[in-house]
């Protein structure tokens, strides 16, 4: 049991309370509704078609390549300046 001070005692499991309490009920009510509206919305959706990602994998692969090579290119250069000077 949690209590609160420097004695930190207390004589009600605070857990057991909140799991039992009304608010408690109603939240999970709540986020059971909030689930199931979004599946909805999901589904509605889907019925095109459905990607996790905004690009395709080819699209992101060329791009993070792209970027690896410019990177590599601009901090080539940067070390042969510096072992030159």
Same mark, same amino acid.
């Given at each position: 049991?949690?209590?609160?001070?420097? +004695?930190?005692? @207390?004589?009600?499991?605070?857990? #057991?309370?909140?799991?039992?309490?009304?608010?408690?009920?109603?939240v999970? $009510?709540?986020?059971?509704?909030?689930?199931?509206?979004?599946?909805?919305q999901? +589904?509605?959706? @889907?019925?095109?078609?459905?990607? #996790?990602?905004?690009?395709?994998?080819?699209?992101?692969l060329?791009?993070? $390549?792209?970027?690896?090579?410019?990177?590599?290119?601009?901090?080539?250069?940067?070390?042969?300046?510096?072992?030159?000077?």
């Amino acid at each position: 049991m949690v209590g609160a001070g420097a +004695s930190g005692k @207390s004589t009600q499991d605070w857990h #057991e309370v909140w799991k039992n309490s009304q608010e408690s009920k109603d939240v999970q $009510t709540e986020l059971a509704r909030i689930k199931n509206d979004m599946s909805q919305q999901q +589904s509605k959706a @889907s019925e095109g078609k459905h990607s #996790e990602f905004a690009m395709p994998f080819t699209a992101q692969l060329k791009e993070v $390549t792209v970027r690896v090579f410019r990177e590599h290119h601009h901090d080539q250069h940067k070390n042969i300046r510096l072992t030159i000077t």
